[in-house]
């Protein structure tokens, strides 16, 4: 798990993020997806050769949503 602040000037805490493992993971790797797709003629398909059960193939869906808007 990650945690990300952002201070103040006067170090106090103004704002807090909280990010788990698996949200970490996705990100890297849809991040990679995109290099694939901008720099390769191949593309890898991350969500069938992981394994994920359909929950987190559900989340990482969402999540990847997300970063690609």
Do not use: C, W
């Not at 103004?14 to 991040?31: Q, R």
């Not at 050769?49 to 359909?54: H, Y």
Request: aromatic content about 2%; charged content about 30%.
């Amino acid at each position: 798990m990650v945690k990300i602040i952002h201070l103040a000037d006067d170090g106090s805490e103004t704002a807090a993020v909280v990010l788990e493992d698996f949200t970490i993971e996705v990100i890297y790797s849809g991040i990679a997806d995109m290099l694939r797709e901008a720099n390769a003629t191949e593309r890898i398909d991350m969500a069938t050769s992981s394994g994920i059960s359909r929950e987190g193939r559900l989340r990482r869906d969402k999540i990847l949503a997300r970063i690609r808007s």
